[in-house]
């Protein structure tokens, strides 16, 4: 639902920034004013004197950008919590084997960050820690099953998020 009044909102204010620059191309001149169309030249001045379409489309893609960052956040779906998902689960690793997944983290600040694979005790499963690249958001995490490894799962840790992983071990 949340997502649905976001998208709402941004046809909302794109169709509103779309009149308004339409609607600039469009004016027409009073009985009193004469208009006179100039070229634009080479710093990319408007064709219409005194204004400035350049500034004033950045101006409203700012102004559409803030008020689609506070929608998001008053619904909801913006979050500066860090989020760890998997590319797929249940993890299935035929044993004994080894077997590899992607991590995928949204949110949070996109520094450099340690990713730590922690096993379900007494599982037979071990995991070898890894790393977010700065800036990067997939990180793969590498999981070994010995050969008396039984159905268990791993915990996956960045920061401060945690995400548990199903390992599905076939023999």
């Given at each position: 639902?949340?997502?649905?009044?976001?998208?709402?909102?941004?046809?909302?204010?794109?169709?509103?920034?779309?009149?308004?620059?339409?609607?600039?191309?469009?004016?027409?001149?009073?009985?009193?004013?004469?208009?006179?169309?100039?070229?634009?030249?080479?710093?990319?001045?408007?064709?219409?004197?005194?204004?400035?379409?350049?500034?004033?489309t950045?101006?409203?893609?700012?102004?559409?950008?803030?008020?689609?960052k506070?929608?998001?956040?008053?619904?909801?779906?913006?979050?500066?919590?860090?989020l760890l998902?998997?590319?797929?689960?249940?993890?299935?690793?035929?044993?004994?084997g080894?077997?590899?997944?992607?991590?995928?983290?949204?949110?949070?600040?996109?520094?450099?960050?340690?990713?730590?694979?922690?096993?379900a005790p007494?599982?037979?499963?071990?995991?070898?820690?890894?790393?977010?690249?700065a800036?990067?958001?997939?990180?793969?995490?590498?999981?070994?099953?010995?050969?008396?490894?039984h159905?268990?799962?791993?915990?996956?840790?960045?920061?401060?998020?945690t995400?548990?992983?199903?390992v599905?071990?076939?023999?």
């Amino acid at each position: 639902m949340g997502k649905a009044i976001l998208i709402l909102v941004v046809l909302l204010v794109g169709g509103v920034a779309f009149i308004l620059f339409k609607g600039s191309q469009v004016a027409a001149p009073t009985e009193t004013e004469s208009v006179t169309e100039t070229l634009p030249d080479a710093s990319g001045a408007s064709v219409l004197p005194g204004y400035d379409l350049k500034n004033k489309t950045s101006e409203l893609t700012g102004k559409i950008k803030e008020d689609i960052k506070k929608a998001a956040v008053s619904t909801g779906i913006s979050t500066k919590e860090l989020l760890l998902r998997f590319e797929r689960e249940p993890l299935e690793i035929k044993a004994p084997g080894k077997a590899q997944v992607k991590v995928i983290r949204s949110g949070g600040d996109m520094k450099a960050l340690k990713v730590e694979v922690i096993p379900a005790p007494g599982s037979a499963l071990t995991g070898a820690a890894t790393e977010f690249p700065a800036n990067g958001t997939e990180a793969t995490v590498h999981i070994e099953a010995a050969a008396g490894a039984h159905d268990a799962s791993v915990t996956v840790r960045a920061g401060d998020a945690t995400k548990i992983l199903p390992v599905k071990v076939v023999k």
